[in-house]
Structure formats: structure tokens, C-alpha cells
């Protein structure tokens, strides 16, 4: 490599830098902090660079961060000297932001709220002392800042936001600075004002709107709901820890508030090992402990949960039971209420479902995106381009047999046109446009836009209906006559002769697409939620390496001789800044870009959140275990080549990327997930609680580094199977559970393995416990013997169920794994193999 | 004129979260365990009515009721003499022979909020308003935060403290240095739903009654609760003479049958906790129901300046609060046929910490101790005899 070459890339990126951005000061230094890298990088093949850009060491003796990391931190410190202080924020109740939610597009608009609003806490700072001051989470690349460089800050970032990106939650709700001691009370609370401002102003706009479009003439009760439920709902949490400046005085301090556990403290010898070694320590090297106190008062304000008096009057909100449903003075009972919203709101906002009554909080969480994000600046709007329409429960249950079908068509089965056509526009006709609609998943919109170039609008108006439509049950009549009420209201009987139109259309289209082999549409969908094991003792540093695994080999050859630096070399590298920003650097990678290019471009889902360790998102059957695995691998680099294969063992802690490397958390990470598989019409918080709950089943109960997958079936019963992602054996890979498990999916879906299997299974596992590991093996044999497909060879018999049991189920069991969950095991494997849930 | 019952379910016991139940999706109506205590109350109300008098819809029109009656329940409008002193959960003592009138029972704590969990060991510390901490954070004025003085991994403690774990909270005596609660006293995890109760889910499906017949599509579950063998409820009711020794009562939703007899409980020993607050100088209120005070989390007693003032001529100044997730606690006027406006309480579970100004031990305890703190206000009269605010005083 030509160090004169890789050089001149430098002064050429700083020469375009001054260029474009002049004197403007301001400019400049936000230009370093967001454009050096992407710039340079523009460059590598040039200088020769190539991968390495990103990953450069910022001390080849302990290359355990980069250059970049380094660099933002000194920076964010230097604007803090002489005295820094960290702040610590959370923004809550993220429960009643996310968790109450009856469509999935609540779901969604919560937790886009509440990433909005945590990042207009975040501008606060962004503003008053630079972006680099935050050290969790990484701004950089986010789609907010980078509008808000590109707007506001009049950066000339090449590339704008994509309307996918900018749609996305992608934001924790809280945050770590590092500021000004003088100054980091006063910003809090101005972080605080800030937030409550926002939120009362996209608050207050939807009202607006509402007044306007449902011709409402606010008066004094309407304005007093309103005002009272924004005011009281935000909580607001900070902290704020002074660095001082003698650090002895320091860990003084640390052990009168946080006694250390252990005897000698650790950390103390540390810091007495570095002055032994000739490196003076400063308060810089007690960062971690710096840390801790500070989480330790941020937990401690959190233990009192102060609030105002708040009565809620009358009847309640059907989103959040403990708020009232705005209204007008005059509507003093029930019975008026209901009217007001059936007759007045429910026609004039399409937004709203039949019996709904809706708090000021309820409103501004499914209205906010159209009617504030969306909405011109003249109108107090945002003016965003952002998707507003989510889709729905049933159009991820749907989309695997919708992809399909679109391939189909874009083969040119003509066949196939004629039916899909015949309803579409029957669909169309009884529903109305509005009634119909669902926003696709990403592949389904690409698949429709495939067939497009060949068939015209079709394919789209296919790709767009929601996934309610495939299922001959929601065409109840009841139910369409209560809801289509003003559409056919000139014409009641038409609405029964076109519902008949329907059900036949549709039952025409799915027995060909059965016929033709395309399978059939997925009542059945799943919600996963994934989060990084022990991310606390992360981010205290209690998981940092060895000080001799971080040290250059050859620096530590050299200093192992020496006594002193042995010891040292035995002792945990404390957590530093630069560390803790190359961690909130690999989650925003994570959650950013590889989580939504799995779940979203590679497979069939929709990504409901995802910041920082912890990922929400929808599924579709057909992809499940595929994208489950994906993620877990991603999310610690347990991969390998350049095609990023699954590797548990030996991965490289990196993944690669079309231009370079990511930094992932590295294979000593591990994370674990709870997944929820449900009907579509089960109750939407309780499934998201559900795959809640299987995640904290896989952390406490598996003992993390596992998933837990909950089948909700609708007939009742609610089953579940976890184990570890993986089983290890004398050192290497021993089973890969979500790989067996897809071994299984497909020997049942090819009907090479009778599902009956699953069921004899079931019914032996209690008599097979009792015996031998090797009889249980041989009388799995003889069971599996008696259930694969008569059309199989012997060899492929063979083949197989040493595949399915020598190298899978039985491996598994010799791993730990029960008879029992086996079983579920296998009933899982064949409720994913069927037809409908392929 | 007072009398305790133990209350034990015959059933499952619906106590249902205040969300409407409607649409046309799937529902889930969740159930909340402990009830508040006026659920309770209006249940034995409604009892005495039934039980003496027996027309519900006579009462509601206001045809009057026998006058012995009318004082204790009072009428539509007004409350009676009845007042619920204490609710509890609470469960069969072992020993406990089916000979006795009263029958003995053990009272279970809800977990105050000053009580951690080690995280990861099921170990308890307790934590102390803390003078002087490095770290600023956005508390209410003048009050401290609360600590713990060790480097390890906290979080909220949940469950119940059995009596002897109360005993020990109240009086400030740790069983350990690692642990403050020995392992018996804490039921917290799974111990609850080995000890407490389970929550089962039913689902039903939504009936067509013009049809008579199902509607397709909607499924409904309810949650209900079930509580252990031998595991209750115990109430002391005042104001009280009509109340039967035994019957059996309608509570919560669906009106699910419980049976209550007489129960006699241990009470709590006082000396210690008496001895603690003398020489310290300060006491600290847990509250064992929900309270409603007027300016949400601070009782309106307490200046907002200052935080001192005085009750029952005692004098303190409050200087820290562990206070859980206001509770929202509204219910439905059967007699309105209008839901109850909903008040955020401060939970049981919740602490406020106190120095002792003026006064001495006892003037506190008798001030606070056994005693309802809640306050009422004109949207939701009469908290206290209702049974909420109900407050145990305790060292620190």
C-alpha cells in the first residue's frame, strides 16, 4: 500500500470539504463528523485502501477500535473540557407507546413517535454542543440527522433518506452525552421542555386537523381533554454525573456509592498496574465506573415515579383504558358519545374503524403520520416523505402465498390473469379503494412491480390488497354490512349480490392457485423479539477482553516478559469511550441496515422497531427460521467468507458488506429471541406479550444464546419449544437447532417424512425417556423407518434420516434437549411444512 | 361494630382492566390481581343489601330499606357507616383446624418499592434515601434518591413479603449482609404461581343472539385468576353490625361466588419499629393499598416548598419516595349505569420516607400506623372507608 497515496486521499477529502462548506465553520465541523469517512471511502480504489478505511486502528499496539471512534470521542470530550459530565436521558412510557396497540399500524405509529421524540431530545444536544457529543446512540447515518445535516445544518450529503429508512423507528428511547459539567443540568431540563414542546405540537396539529376535516367547532370540554392528556402523559427521566478531576478522588467516591463486591478490587488494581507501567491514568481511565454511577442514578430517579393528578372523566378510550374519548361538551352520555364518533368522526376520518373512541393520545398516535409528518411546513406539518400505511396482520400471514402467485403471473400465466383479475375487481367493487388497501411487504411490492413490466396495474392492485381479502371469512355479512354502510347505502341488495360475486371469485382463484401448485394464503403469521443477552455488563465493560487479547501479538510478546505487565495482561481492559462508541457504532449497523436488509429485502417481514440491541418485527411463516438464524448470526458476526455463511464457531466477528466490512458486537456477544406465531386476528398485544414473554423464556429459563418459539393456534393451546441456537462439542459445531429445524420443515413439506411421525413421536416420548440414550436413538429409527415416503430409495432413506436424526434431533438430544420439547419440536416442524404456512 | 372475614373464591375470580370491549377483532380482557379494595367493598355492600333487604332494583330507585340498613350502607348516593379498614391477601394458617369460629390466617405484604432485587441471584437489599449523591437528576424538589451502596445489578423487586418479611422490613433488620429477606419471607417468580395464584385464560366466541348462533371471526378471551388452595382475601370491615359471620359473597366480574368466614391474623409487633423511630428520628409509611392523594404523588399535607407538615400533631419532613407506576382506578356505577371517573393512585406497594420533626415514636405510629392516608375528592369520595391508603409504619 502507498502511505503517500492513501495520504493524498486526505488532503484531497478536507480540499473538497473546504470547498463545498467554505469558512462556515459550523459546516466544517459537521462535515468531519459525517462526511469524512463515506468520502474517503469513495476513494479506495484509488489509494488502495479498499475494506480498510473504516477499520483503521487508532492505536496499532491495542487496535481494539478505530480511528473514527476514536476521533469522535476526543472530539466530543474536547468540547467538554476542562470539566466533562455525562447526562443520561430516557423518554418513557414506552409501553403505553408501543404495547397498546390494536392494529399493527398503532404498533408501528407508537414507536415512530416515540423514536421522533427521542431524537428531538437528542437535537437539543446536537445542537448546543455537536452531534459527537452523544456516545450512545451512534447518530451518525440516522435518517433523522442526516435530514436534519441536509435541511437544517445545509450539509451536502450526496444522498437523501430514503422513504424507507425515514419511516423506520430506528432510535432507543434514551440517551448517553458527554458535556459540559457547567452547562449538563441546563440542557436536560431544556432536553425536557423540547420534548414536551414537540409532542404538544404534533399533538395540537392533529387536533387541528381533526377539528378541520370532521367539522368540529372545539369548545371548552374538547380543548380541556385534550390539553389534559398530552400535558400528563410524557415522563421525562435524567441524570447527570460531573467527571472529577483527581480520578483517586474518584474511585473514593465510586466505593462510597458503589461498594465493590470484590476483595482485591479489580479495577483498582488496574489503575496501580497502569502507574506501575509508566502510563499515568487520569479520570479518563475510570470511564466505566464514570458510567455505572451514572446508570446507578438514572435507576434511582426511576424509583419514583412522581405524577400529577390526572382525572379521567366518563367513558374510556378504546386504545388506552385509562383515558377518556375526546369529545364535546354536549355529549353527555353514552349513547350520545357513541354517535358523535360513529356518525361524526368514523365517516370523515378513514383512518378509524367502526367502535372506536379514541383519547387525544389514541388520535395522535394513528393520525400523527398523515396528519403531521405528511402535512405541508404551511401547515405546521413536517412535510416528510414517509410510508404511512402499515401492513396489516393478515398481509404478512399472506404474503409468501402473494409472492408466489406474482411470479406466477409474471411467467405469463394467462390463466392465472383471468381469475386474479376477476378479483381484483370484485374485491374492489364491494370494499371500495380505501376499504381494501394494505401496504405490502417490500419482496411482494418487488414482485408486483416483476410482473408489472410485463401485465400492467394488476399485479399492484393485487400486491396492495390487504390479506383480510383471501380469507372467504371476512366477507361476514354482518360485519360488511355495519362497516360499508355509507358505500352501499343507495343500494343495500347489491351489496349481498356482489358479496356472492366475491366469495366466488376468490374461491375460483385459490383452487387454481392450489391446482397449479402455488400453495394457499397463511392465516397464521409471527412476531419476533430479539435483544442483546447481558447488554448492561456490555456497556459497563464487565465483558471487555483480557489486556493481552486486545494487545497486538507482537507488543505482547515483547511485554509478556515483563512480571508487572503479566499480571496486567490477566486483567480486563476497562471499558473506555472509544470502546463504548465502537459498541453503539455496531448496533447502529445492526439495526440500521443489516436487520432491515434481512428481515426486509432477503425475506418476507416488516420491521416493526429496531435500535440499538433490540429488534421487533413481523414474519411471515415461509421465512421464519431462516430469518431468525440471520439475525442472531448478523447481530455477533458468526460468519464467514465473503458470502457471510453461518459460522458459530470459528466467524469472524465481522460481516462483510458490498464495500467493505461492518463491525458487528464479535463472537463473544450473544442474544436471544422470543417469537410468537399467531392468528391473525388474535389480539395484537397479547401476541406482541407473548413473544415478549418467549424472550424472557429464552434468557432466564434457557439460559440466553437461545430462542423460544410460542404456536398460538387458534383452536386453543399455546405450545412452546426453545433450546440454544446452537450445540457445541469438544470445540466445534455439534448441531445447528434452527438449521435441523428447517431440515424437518422441508423433509415434511416434500411429504418425504409423514406428519404422522410427529404425532407417534409425541405419543412415545414419555415411554422413550426412560430408556437409553442409543435404544431412544434405534427406536427413533424404527419409528422415522415407518413414516418416510414409500417413493423414496433406500439410499435416500438412508440418506435422510441420518440427516433428520443421526446429525439432527438426536444430536439435540444428546444436547440436553427433552423428549418432550422434541416433540414440539417436530409439531412445529410440521405446522411451518404445511401447504398454507410455506 | 368491626369484624374480619377471611374471603376465599369458590371459583376463578375475574377482576377486569378498565378497557372497553368491543370491535371486531380478537380481545384479550386482562385481569388485575390484587383488586383494588373498593371492589371488595361494594361486594360485601352489595352482600348486606341482598342478604337484609334483597331488592337491588328497589334500592337503585330508592325505596327504603330498613333503617338499621340504611345506616350501614347508606343509600344510591351516599355511603353508609361501613368502612373497610384493611384488605389483604392472605392464606390458610397450616395449623388451622376446621373446629375454630375464626379461622386463622397468615396476611401477605404487597412488595414495597424500596426493596431491590439483585439481579440474576433472588436476593433482596433494601434501599435508604441517600444524602449527598454525586448524581443530579431531575427527582421533585428537595426529595433524595434512593440507594444502595454496592456495585452490583438492581431491579424492581415484584411479589409478596410473607408476615415474618414484613416484621423484618418494618423494623429494619436485615437476616444477612447479602440478603435482607431470609428465603422464605419473599414470594416473588415463580413462587407466586406456586403459592398465590395463576392466571387462566377462556376463550369464548361471540354469539349472535338474534341468530342465535356464532359470529364468525370473533374470538374473545377472558383472563381470569385463580387463586391457590387456602389463599384469599382478608378484610376488616368497621361500621358493621348486620354483617353475617359467614356467607358467601359476589366479587368482582361476573360476580364469581367466594365464601367468607370469620378470621383472626397475628398483628404485626410494634416495640422495635417503636424503639427505631425514637432514636433515628425517622419513620417511613408503606402503603399496603392504593392511595389517592389531591396533588397526584404528594399527599396534600405536605408543603410543595418545604415537604414538612403535620398530622395528628406530628410533625415530618419527607425526604425520599419510592412510588410504582400510578394505578388508574375508576370502576362502573351500577346503580349510575356510568362508569366512575378514573383517578390515578399512587400503588401499594409504594414508601414515603420521613424525618420525625416534632413528636415522639408514638405520636407517629398512632398518627400513621394501621391508619388510611388516602385522601378523597369530590369526583371520588370516601378513599379511606373504601379501604384504600391503608399504611403500615416501619424504620429506616
Given at each position: 500500500m502507498d502511505y503517500r497515496a492513501v495520504m493524498g486521499s486526505v488532503d484531497e477529502v478536507v480540499d473538497e470539504l473546504r470547498k463545498d462548506y467554505g469558512d462556515d465553520l459550523e459546516k466544517l465541523y459537521l462535515a468531519l463528523w459525517r462526511e469524512l469517512l463515506p468520502r474517503l471511502e469513495a476513494k479506495r480504489e484509488r489509494d488502495g485502501m479498499g475494506q480498510l478505511w473504516e477499520v483503521l486502528p487508532a492505536d496499532t499496539r491495542v487496535p481494539d477500535h478505530s480511528v473514527w471512534e476514536h476521533r469522535r470521542v476526543t472530539s466530543a470530550i474536547a468540547g467538554a473540557l476542562p470539566k466533562p459530565a455525562f447526562l443520561l436521558f430516557a423518554l418513557g412510557p414506552v409501553q403505553s407507546f408501543i404495547a397498546t396497540a390494536r392494529k399493527t399500524q398503532d404498533l408501528w405509529a407508537g414507536s415512530y413517535l416515540l423514536s421522533f421524540l427521542s431524537w428531538q431530545a437528542m437535537k437539543v444536544v446536537a445542537e448546543a454542543w455537536g452531534p459527537d457529543s452523544i456516545i450512545f446512540p451512534d447518530l451518525c447515518g440516522q435518517p433523522f440527522v442526516d435530514l436534519w445535516l441536509r435541511e437544517e445544518k445545509g450539509l451536502k450529503l450526496t444522498e437523501e433518506p430514503s422513504m424507507e429508512a425515514l419511516s423506520s423507528p430506528t432510535l432507543p428511547n434514551r440517551f448517553l452525552a458527554i458535556l459540559p459539567t457547567d452547562e449538563a443540568a441546563q440542557i436536560a431540563q431544556r432536553v425536557v421542555e423540547n420534548v414536551q414542546d414537540v409532542f404538544k405540537n404534533i399533538c395540537f396539529t392533529v387536533k387541528r386537523r381533526v377539528e378541520q376535516v370532521a367539522g368540529i367547532t372545539p369548545d371548552d370540554e374538547w380543548n380541556r381533554i385534550w390539553q389534559r392528556q398530552v400535558e400528563n402523559f410524557l415522563e421525562t427521566y435524567w441524570a447527570v454525573l460531573p467527571w472529577e478531576e483527581d480520578y483517586k478522588q474518584f474511585l473514593?467516591?465510586?466505593?462510597?456509592?458503589?461498594?465493590?463486591?470484590?476483595?482485591?478490587?479489580?479495577?483498582?488494581?488496574?489503575?496501580?498496574?497502569?502507574?506501575?507501567?509508566?502510563?499515568?491514568?487520569?479520570?479518563?481511565?475510570?470511564?466505566?465506573?464514570?458510567?455505572?454511577?451514572?446508570e446507578?442514578?438514572?435507576?434511582?430517579?426511576?424509583?419514583?415515579?412522581?405524577?400529577?393528578?390526572?382525572?379521567?372523566?366518563?367513558?374510556?378510550?378504546?386504545?388506552?383504558?385509562?383515558?377518556?374519548?375526546?369529545h364535546l361538551a354536549e355529549h353527555t352520555d353514552f349513547g350520545k358519545l357513541r354517535q358523535f364518533w360513529n356518525t361524526r368522526m368514523l365517516p370523515r376520518l378513514p383512518l378509524l374503524r367502526s367502535g372506536e373512541r379514541l383519547s387525544a393520545i389514541a388520535l395522535t398516535k394513528r393520525l400523527a403520520a398523515a396528519y403531521y409528518f405528511k402535512v405541508p411546513k404551511s401547515e405546521g406539518g413536517l412535510e416528510w416523505n414517509i410510508e404511512t400505511s402499515f401492513p396489516s396482520t393478515s398481509t404478512v400471514a399472506v404474503s409468501s402465498f402473494k409472492e408466489r402467485i406474482l411470479e406466477a403471473l409474471s411467467d405469463g400465466n394467462m390463466q392465472l390473469f383471468d381469475r386474479m383479475n376477476r378479483y381484483v375487481t370484485r374485491v374492489r367493487s364491494v370494499l371500495g379503494d380505501e376499504r381494501a388497501k394494505s401496504a405490502p411487504l417490500s419482496r411482494v411490492a418487488e414482485a408486483a412491480a416483476r410482473a408489472h413490466r410485463r401485465i400492467p396495474d394488476l399485479p399492484w392492485e393485487f400486491a396492495r390488497l390487504d390479506g383480510d381479502w383471501l380469507f372467504e371469512e371476512s366477507f361476514n355479512k354482518r360485519d360488511l354490512q355495519r362497516e360499508l354502510i355509507e358505500r352501499w347505502k343507495d343500494d343495500p341488495a347489491g351489496l349481498e349480490s356482489a358479496r356472492a360475486e366475491v366469495l366466488k371469485t376468490l374461491s375460483e382463484l385459490l383452487d387454481f392457485a392450489r391446482h397449479q401448485g402455488l400453495g394457499q394464503p397463511s392465516r397464521y403469521y409471527a412476531v419476533l423479539a430479539m435483544d442483546g443477552d447481558q447488554m448492561g455488563k456490555w456497556l459497563a465493560g464487565e465483558f471487555a477482553p483480557h489486556l493481552r487479547?486486545?494487545?497486538?501479538?507482537?507488543?505482547?510478546?515483547?511485554?509478556?516478559?515483563?512480571?508487572?505487565?503479566?499480571?496486567?495482561?490477566?486483567?480486563?481492559?476497562?471499558?473506555?469511550?472509544?470502546?463504548?462508541?465502537?459498541?453503539?457504532?455496531?448496533?447502529?449497523?445492526?439495526?440500521?441496515?443489516?436487520?432491515r436488509r434481512i428481515v426486509e429485502d432477503e425475506h418476507l417481514g416488516k420491521l416493526i422497531y429496531a435500535g440499538g440491541d433490540d429488534v421487533m418485527a413481523f414474519v411471515s411463516l415461509g421465512d421464519l427460521p431462516e430469518v431468525m438464524r440471520k439475525l442472531?448470526?448478523?447481530?455477533?458476526?458468526?460468519?464467514?467468507g465473503d458470502e457471510n455463511q453461518v459460522d458459530w464457531i470459528t466467524g469472524s466477528g465481522f460481516a462483510r458488506t458490498e464495500t467493505g466490512f461492518q463491525l458487528t458486537m464479535g463472537m463473544a456477544a450473544t442474544a436471544s429471541m422470543g417469537v410468537a406465531i399467531a392468528h391473525h386476528m388474535q389480539d395484537l398485544g397479547q401476541t406482541l406479550n407473548a413473544a415478549r414473554a418467549e424472550e424472557k423464556r429464552a434468557k432466564d429459563v434457557l439460559g440466553r444464546n437461545a430462542f423460544s418459539i410460542a404456536l398460538m393456534k387458534r383452536s386453543g393451546g399455546h405450545e412452546s419449544f426453545g433450546a440454544r441456537w446452537y450445540y457445541v462439542r469438544d470445540g466445534s459445531l455439534y448441531v445447528d437447532t434452527l438449521q435441523c429445524l428447517i431440515e424437518w420443515r422441508d423433509a415434511f413439506a416434500k411429504d418425504d417424512v409423514s406428519p404422522k411421525f410427529a404425532y407417534v413421536f409425541r405419543e412415545e416420548a414419555r415411554a422413550l425417556s426412560a430408556l437409553p440414550h442409543e435404544a431412544v436413538g434405534r427406536e427413533a429409527h424404527r419409528l422415522l423407518g415407518r413414516h418416510l415416503s414409500a417413493r423414496l430409495s433406500k439410499d435416500q432413506k438412508n440418506e435422510l434420516s441420518g440427516r433428520l436424526l443421526d446429525d439432527g434431533l438426536l444430536r439435540l438430544f444428546e444436547s440436553g434437549v427433552s423428549l418432550d420439547d422434541l416433540a414440539k419440536f417436530l409439531d412445529l416442524a410440521v405446522f411451518l411444512g404445511r401447504e398454507e404456512n410455506r | 361494630m368491626s369484624k374480619a372475614i377471611?374471603?376465599?373464591?369458590?371459583?376463578?375470580?375475574?377482576?377486569?382492566?378498565?378497557?372497553?370491549?368491543?370491535?371486531?377483532?380478537?380481545?384479550?380482557?386482562?385481569?388485575?390481581?390484587?383488586?383494588?379494595?373498593?371492589?371488595?367493598?361494594?361486594?360485601?355492600?352489595?352482600?348486606?343489601l341482598s342478604h337484609r333487604f334483597g331488592r337491588f332494583e328497589a334500592f337503585k330507585q330508592g325505596a327504603s330499606v330498613p333503617p338499621d340498613l340504611a345506616r350501614e350502607i347508606g343509600s344510591p348516593t351516599a355511603f353508609g357507616t361501613l368502612e373497610l379498614r384493611r384488605l389483604l391477601v392472605a392464606r390458610r394458617r397450616e395449623s388451622a383446624g376446621s373446629h375454630e369460629k375464626a379461622v386463622p390466617v397468615e396476611l401477605l405484604?404487597?412488595?414495597?418499592?424500596?426493596?431491590?432485587?439483585?439481579?440474576?441471584?433472588?436476593?433482596?437489599?433494601?434501599?435508604?434515601?441517600a444524602d449527598g449523591s454525586p448524581v443530579q437528576t431531575n427527582l421533585p424538589r428537595g426529595l433524595r434518591p434512593l440507594w444502595l451502596a454496592k456495585d452490583v445489578h438492581l431491579e424492581a423487586a415484584t411479589g409478596w413479603l410473607t408476615e415474618k418479611g414484613m416484621q423484618r422490613y418494618l423494623d429494619d433488620d436485615a437476616h444477612s449482609p447479602d440478603s435482607f429477606f431470609a428465603a422464605e419471607e419473599v414470594i416473588a417468580g415463580d413462587r407466586i404461581r406456586q403459592a398465590i395464584f395463576t392466571r387462566e385464560e377462556r376463550t369464548g366466541i361471540a354469539r349472535d343472539r338474534a341468530r342465535r348462533s356464532v359470529r364468525e371471526g370473533l374470538l374473545y378471551s377472558v383472563e381470569y385468576v385463580r387463586l391457590k388452595s387456602g389463599v384469599g382475601f382478608f378484610a376488616e370491615f368497621d361500621g358493621t353490625k348486620l354483617l353475617p359471620d359467614s356467607g358467601t359473597i359476589a366479587l368482582g366480574g361476573d360476580r364469581r361466588p367466594a365464601h367468607y368466614q370469620l378470621a383472626r391474623v397475628s398483628d404485626l409487633a410494634l416495640e422495635k419499629i417503636r424503639q427505631r423511630i425514637e432514636e433515628r428520628r425517622r419513620l417511613k409509611l408503606v402503603l399496603t393499598t392504593p392511595a389517592l392523594f389531591e396533588h397526584g404523588w404528594r399527599p396534600q399535607w405536605i408543603d410543595e416548598r418545604t415537604l414538612e407538615g403535620s398530622r395528628n400533631g406530628v410533625r415530618v419532613?419527607?425526604?425520599?419516595?419510592?412510588?410504582?407506576?400510578?394505578?388508574?382506578?375508576?370502576?362502573?356505577d351500577l346503580v349510575k349505569q356510568h362508569p366512575k371517573p378514573v383517578h390515578r393512585f399512587v400503588p401499594a406497594g409504594s414508601v414515603y420516607f420521613f424525618e420525625l420533626l416534632e413528636g415522639d415514636a408514638d405520636a407517629a405510629i398512632q398518627a400513621f400506623h394501621a391508619k388510611s392516608v388516602s385522601e378523597s375528592v369530590e369526583t371520588f369520595p370516601e378513599t379511606a372507608r373504601q379501604g384504600f391508603g391503608h399504611s403500615l409504619v416501619g424504620a429506616w
Open positions: 473514593e467516591t465510586f466505593k462510597t456509592w458503589c461498594s465493590p463486591q470484590q476483595e482485591p478490587w479489580e479495577f483498582a488494581s488496574i489503575v496501580e498496574q497502569y502507574e506501575k507501567a509508566g502510563y499515568t491514568p487520569n479520570i479518563g481511565t475510570c470511564y466505566s465506573k464514570l458510567y455505572a454511577l451514572t446507578r442514578g438514572l435507576g434511582s430517579r426511576k424509583a419514583t415515579r412522581d405524577f400529577a393528578r390526572q382525572v379521567e372523566p366518563h367513558f374510556k378510550c378504546t386504545m388506552f383504558a385509562e383515558l377518556e374519548p375526546v487479547e486486545i494487545l497486538h501479538p507482537s507488543v505482547w510478546n515483547e511485554l509478556k516478559l515483563d512480571g508487572e505487565w503479566q499480571k496486567l495482561g490477566e486483567m480486563r481492559r476497562p471499558l473506555n469511550p472509544s470502546l463504548h462508541l465502537a459498541i453503539s457504532k455496531a448496533l447502529r449497523d445492526f439495526s440500521l441496515s443489516t436487520v442472531r448470526a448478523f447481530f455477533s458476526g458468526a460468519l464467514t | 377471611f374471603i376465599e373464591p369458590l371459583d376463578v375470580l375475574l377482576f377486569r382492566e378498565g378497557k372497553p370491549f368491543t370491535g371486531g377483532e380478537d380481545h384479550l380482557a386482562r385481569s388485575i390481581f390484587p383488586p383494588p379494595p373498593s371492589t371488595v367493598y361494594a361486594a360485601v355492600r352489595s352482600h348486606l405484604y404487597p412488595m414495597p418499592n424500596d426493596v431491590a432485587e439483585i439481579k440474576g441471584t433472588g436476593r433482596h437489599a433494601l434501599l435508604k434515601p419532613r419527607l425526604v425520599a419516595v419510592a412510588l410504582g407506576k400510578p394505578v388508574g382506578i375508576g370502576g362502573f
